[in-house]
């Protein structure tokens, strides 16, 4: 009897381990140093020791390096200044959209409407308040300057070329599905050949977070993860330095688990036979 047991536990442990969703958690930013990309003109970043032994630094960067989020106040006045934004308002669903292989042919790209319109037809409609990033492959040029604007002349603005968001897009996914954040894995929410940056007017506009130069999407789900943007809480800040991160469960492999499932149930069937036929 004593290995009937041994079995239908053994059986028992590995059908619901199959069957279980395994949590996952995903880094989404750069860490922050001297090598952090920021828009020409801005300050460097500056890391000091201060001490050593019970250690202590000092650093000092612009809101706008790294992966980082722009508060609807850096293009809107009056809107939510940083430390504004609510909290609930700095998460949501995950929405990657997948433009690798656009973007590979054309460094000028937009995420357009029917961009949006596929992912919808691949996972569904999109919950509201999500956060929705452009995954186009930048991430590989990171923190090369001239890679990530594609330009020679990195310090020269005019001659900036990377992808983004086209503001129609943007524009249906404030009004269509109440956006919380709109993200990039490029320098700007706006593409570089832009010089009216109108996407990141409309996000100000509409209390939306606009979040720049993220990080790692390859290794994150393009629907079913949730989206985490934990800013410095900057007094009257315009942005901040954020470590992004996402969460998902990673699907367990139901064909297997159904399997297994099964050949449980048979075997319970046969120890209950096995059980009453020594009974009787
Ligand atoms: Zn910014």
């Not at 996952?24 to 032994?53: A, C, E, H």
């Not at 590989?140 to 300057?145: H, L």
């Not at 086209?166 to 996914?173: G, Q, S």
Request: glycine fraction near 6%; include cysteine; charged fraction near 15%.
């Amino acid at each position: 009897m004593a290995y009937h047991v041994y079995f239908c536990v053994l059986f028992f442990a590995t059908a619901v381990h199959l069957v279980q969703t395994v949590p996952r958690i995903v880094n989404l930013s750069y860490k922050q140093n001297r090598d952090s990309m920021t828009w020409p003109g801005n300050p460097s970043y500056n890391f000091t020791q201060l001490y050593r032994g019970l250690e202590n630094n000092h650093f000092a960067m612009p809101e706008h390096m790294g992966t980082h989020i722009d508060a609807p106040a850096h293009t809107v006045q009056g809107m939510w200044k940083t430390d504004q934004i609510p909290i609930e308002n700095l998460y949501g669903a995950g929405v990657i959209i997948n433009v690798k292989s656009k973007a590979a042919t054309d460094p000028d790209y937009r995420v357009t409407v029917d961009d949006l319109l596929m992912w919808e037809k691949k996972y569904g409609e999109m919950p509201r308040r999500a956060v929705a990033i452009m995954n186009s492959g930048w991430s590989s040029k990171y923190p090369n300057i001239t890679l990530v604007f594609g330009s020679p002349k990195p310090s020269n603005e005019s001659s900036f070329h990377f992808p983004s968001w086209h503001e129609d897009a943007v524009t249906w996914l404030i009004n269509k599905r109440q956006i919380n954040a709109v993200g990039v894995d490029t320098p700007s929410t706006d593409y570089g050949m832009s010089s009216t940056f109108p996407c990141h007017t409309i996000l100000g506009k509409n209390r939306v977070v606009g979040m720049e130069n993220v990080a790692n999407l390859d290794n994150v789900p393009e629907s079913g993860s949730t989206i985490y943007i934990p800013v410095l809480n900057i007094a009257d800040g315009s942005g901040g330095p954020a470590r992004v991160f996402a969460t998902y469960d990673d699907e367990p492999s139901k064909t297997n688990a159904a399997a297994m499932v099964t050949c449980f149930a048979i075997y319970l069937y046969l120890l209950a036979a096995v059980l009453m036929c020594n009974v009787l």
